[in-house]
């Protein structure tokens, strides 16, 4: 077995071949399908998704756990009790922490937010963290974490010996002691992700101490957007509705600091979506909680002085330059250390004391591209060092790392996702560990490599029209993949080489002799334009997507996979 096979196993979702384009409705019936989505009642809240649903019972937040928090909160606004928001430095702990401090000093109550230093403090409510609040805000009584917290034992025991109550608010996994945290109260759901269990929480909070903003506005459903799609949570159920309705309010958006973003990134906000989110607003907000302090983050989202806004959206768009510099030298490194000392195993553990703490995380997503195998890159340091792991479709990562916690100094995360901390001393005893574990756990079917196709359709119904039904099930993201469709024994037209470095393919493509002529892209393929000739038949799998150019707007295929023609 080597990493570098690339073979996808195409999965067919659904039997059904469409014929004709008479009527598209067949069309999103088997997407529904292909999404379980089959009853009236489920389609109708998918496809006409409504705020008022997402309550802090439909996302299974503990009743009681959320009366507690709201009394104790009564207690901080009667008594003047300085509350500390102790969040994330990613973006959906930056934009949670953003909407709990904004509600809380719109009703009246003292507080402050808090961001931990990724290196200095690490993920989390920590004991070093909670020194830094004390010797900052002395006067604090109260904190509420935001996007962590449910496996924070340690610290919430040393907050509670320095006279602190501790509230948490958490997505993330509770392990085998979370029914023990000490905290006063726990705001938990896997329902949602942070940004988005902090956005529940405000309104619950509006509803007993007041109103924010105007009646039929709401000023934080925007940054709940943004927390949802940049942490990679399913786009279905609660998800889905916030982010359906959020993107309207990023298109309208009055928030200086995401208006600068816009500006400086050349993005239309009228058309903002899922990949504008993830690939282009997200890195810049999280570009300084990997190399710097996420504050100047929080600090962006928040300002209310265009200025202000204008000279932090500039540092940001620094560091993340920088951030890309150490990402591509770091990705470029440890591709070349997997090639050499990793090519039959089944995990990819890489570590080294030159790597950055703030990056790891995507040097390990781009290895599980690369060789699609799970991914553990590790920074090194002298007594403790820091791993961030990616995994695949099929495998529970962090179930298979909290298999083994002596390992660990702490672990968290999510099935895709995962960090952790560890002795540096124990690093060849976990290396072997975890390899051999792999072996056994991961089958070779897990490790191939797999594209989901929702059914077939001939090319020559593929139209302007079919695109904008498609349109009807976005926003599209995880849990809610772009509808994707396969054409057989489509002609080849042209072929040429795009991109400065070779690295994609421009293809003319036709419905069979006489079919419908479309355009096609298909990138990072370019390597393989020598599989096939013009006037070759192929069979294709793609998506569609509308280029707009210079303001002309033409259908286009997205090539996923492709193969010669039986």
Known sequence: ????????????????????????????????????????????????????????????????????????????????????????????????????????????????????????????????GI???????????????????????????????????????????PDKESERLKALATVHTVKLCGAGVAWVLSKEMQKKFGKVGKEDDDVHLELAALGTVADLVPLTGANRTIVFHGLDKLALTKRFGLLELYTRAAINAANIGVYEIGHVIGPRLNAAGRLETAMDSLRLLCTRDRKRAVALAEQLDITNQERQRLMQETIAHASSLTRETGMTKKLLIVA??????????????????????????????????????RSISGFNIIEFLRSQPDLFLNVGGHPMAA????????????????????????????????????????LNIVSTTLYQR??????????????????????????????????????????????????????????????????????????LSVNDWNGNKRLQLKVKDFKLSQ
């Open 1 to 128: 077995m080597t990493l570098t096979h690339r073979t996808k196993k195409w999965e067919i979702l659904s039997s059904v071949t469409t014929t004709t384009d008479e009527s598209y409705d067949e069309v999103i019936e088997t997407l529904l399908k292909n999404r379980n989505i089959t009853t009236d009642k489920e389609k109708e809240a998918f496809l006409h998704p409504m705020l008022a649903t997402v309550t802090a019972s439909s996302v299974e937040i503990d009743k009681k756990q959320l009366e507690k928090t709201l009394k104790r909160l009564q207690l901080a606004l009667d008594n003047k009790e300085l509350i500390i928001v102790y969040g994330d430095y990613d973006v959906d702990g930056i934009t949670g922490t953003a909407i709990l401090w904004e509600t809380l000093i719109a009703l009246g109550f003292e507080a402050m937010p808090y961001i931990p230093h990724r290196v200095d403090e690490g993920y989390g409510l920590s004991v070093k």
């Open 131 to 173: 020194a830094n609040v004390l010797s900052q805000m002395p006067t604090a009584k109260l904190i509420i974490t935001v996007d962590n917290g449910i496996v924070a034992h340690d610290a919430v025991v040393e907050a509670n010996k320095q006279g602190l109550d501790v509230i948490i608010t958490d997505h993330h996994l």
């Open 352 to 389: 080294q004391e030159a790597y950055e703490e703030g990056i790891i995380g995507l040097v390990a997503g781009r290895l599980v591209e690369e060789f699609y195998r799970p991914a553990i890159v590790i920074a090194k340091g002298e007594k403790v060092s820091k791993g961030s792991v």
């Open 419 to 458: 960090g952790f901390s560890i002795e540096t001393s124990r690093l060849d005893v976990f290396t072997k560990t975890l390899e051999e574990l792999a072996e056994t756990k991961l089958t070779d079917d897990l490790l191939q490599r797999k594209i989901k196709v929702d059914f077939e359709i001939p």
């Open 470 to 543: 498609l349109q009807e099930l976005a926003p599209f993201g995880m849990g809610n993949p772009e509808p994707v469709f396969i054409s057989r024994r489509v002609l080849v037209r042209e072929k040429r080489i795009m991109g400065k470095e070779g690295n994609h393919m421009r293809l003319i493509l036709q419905g069979g002799d006489i079919g419908k002529v479309l355009e096609a892209v298909a990138f990072g393929m370019g390597e393989r334009v020598v599989e096939f000739q013009e006037e070759d038949y192929l069979d294709i799998v793609y998506t």
